[in-house]
């Protein structure tokens, strides 16, 4: 894993503060590792070696096996549905209806998905919901895409579908090999617990967290199969040639990869996670020759500011300013209301990175 500093480790710090009547209200702390391609760490902000659960940031690194082992063209996949199996999407109706044609392709329905239901994260998409007096179905859980790929390699690999979600499964020993190797942290010192889906959520460094999405936008890592290298290459360019499907209509994510085109990947994780890739052609800003990762954690597992802390995170490095600032500032701060819609509050962040010549290498 990273080496960062001697001795004892900083504790997070603030990131963000929610004002109300110009006063501060609430206080939300947390940590920022920026990690380079190479493992040296860059920048950080309270404690970049924190164990974080990767919640939904892993779901890039858990289509890999799939896709690797020719999963897109067994089953005709297109840009899309390759999105938003690495996504966390909003359950609109493009969404449910791509993660219902993948089921499909591998004889499958929405009652072979063991993600569970809950509401659509698409407000209107919700509310007609409600309106029709229908209830949510699997398909609009906003991991249905990931689970959809899921039972899909089980038929590719010929494997159980039935208990594809459980540790055990081949497929998930394949896809901790996978996050092991991009992370830089052996399998064995992964912490494992259940996700909100269902299947295992990992346990890691935030700084390997971040390590793994400059990686996701790097070369091929030593020890890498070509065929997974070739993959995840090509799940990240699914990601940023198609938004939409890993996020939604009006999500910061969608929005954020949007306005940078190809050169910069971006995935959220429940309970105040957030993981940037930047590819080289981006990253030379930071005076970086490769690809860099960023990645954060909300302490309190607040979702509220982390958009925010991630706009001033890119805008510290100096990976984006000017009127694209002014666009994503306007997305990720928003206002606080009251029950009548009145303005009363507003959010800030208050952190600055530490910046760093050089630190140990991952490996």
């Known amino acids: 894993m990273i080496g960062v500093r001697g001795g004892s480790l900083p504790e997070s710090v603030p990131l963000l503060v929610v004002r109300r009547g110009g006063v501060v209200e609430s206080v939300h702390r947390g940590s920022v590792a920026v990690v380079a391609e190479d493992g040296r760490l860059l920048a950080a902000a309270g404690d970049p070696e924190e164990l974080v659960f990767l919640r939904s940031s892993a779901k890039p690194v858990q289509l890999v096996p799939f896709l690797a082992g020719g999963g897109e063209k067994r089953f005709g996949l297109s840009t899309e549905e390759i999105a938003l199996a690495a996504a ?15 089921l499909a392709r591998g004889g499958f329905t929405a009652a072979d998905l063991h993600c569970g239901a809950h509401p659509p994260m698409h ?61 830089g942290v052996p399998a064995a010192a992964i912490g494992l617990a259940v996700d909100g889906c269902s299947v295992p959520v990992f346990r890691i460094p ?15 890592v030593r020890g890498e199969a070509p065929r997974a290298f070739r993959a995840r290459v090509r799940i990240a360019e699914a ?27 971006a995935k959220e994780g429940a309970e105040g996670v957030y993981a940037v890739g930047v590819a080289p052609s981006l990253a030379r800003s930071l005076s970086a020759t490769s690809s860099v990762g960023i990645a954060l954690k909300i302490e309190d597992g607040a979702e509220r500011g982390r958009d925010a802390v991630t706009v001033e995170v890119l805008r510290q490095l100096g990976l984006v300013s000017g009127a694209r600032l002014t666009a994503l500032r306007r997305l990720a701060r ?19 990175l530490d910046r760093f010549a050089s630190r140990e290498r991952a490996e």
């Not at 890993?246 to 910069?264: H, I, K, W, Y």
């Not at 819609?341 to 959010?347: A, F, I, K, L, R």
């Open 88 to 102: 966390s999407h909003g359950g609109e109706p493009f969404h449910t209806r791509a993660a219902a044609a993948m």
């Open 334 to 352: 928003r206002p606080v209301k009251n029950v009548r819609g009145d303005v009363v509050g507003d959010m800030r962040t208050v952190f600055r």
């Open 123 to 183: 407000e209107e998409t919700a509310r007609a919901l409600a309106f029709r007096r229908e209830d949510p179905g699997p398909l609009h859980n906003n991991c249905s895409g990931k689970h959809a790929a899921m039972l899909l390699a089980c038929r590719l690999f010929g494997e159980d579908a039935k208990t594809y979600w459980q540790p055990s499964h081949p497929l998930q020993k394949k896809i901790l090999s996978a996050l092991s190797l991009l992370a």
């Open 206 to 220: 935030l700084a390997n967290l971040a390590l793994l999405y400059a990686r996701l936008k790097g070369a091929r």
């Open 239 to 265: 990601m940023t040639s198609a938004p939409e499907m890993v996020a939604g209509t009006g999500r910061f994510t969608t929005n954020l990869m949007r306005a940078f085109g190809g050169d910069l990947l």
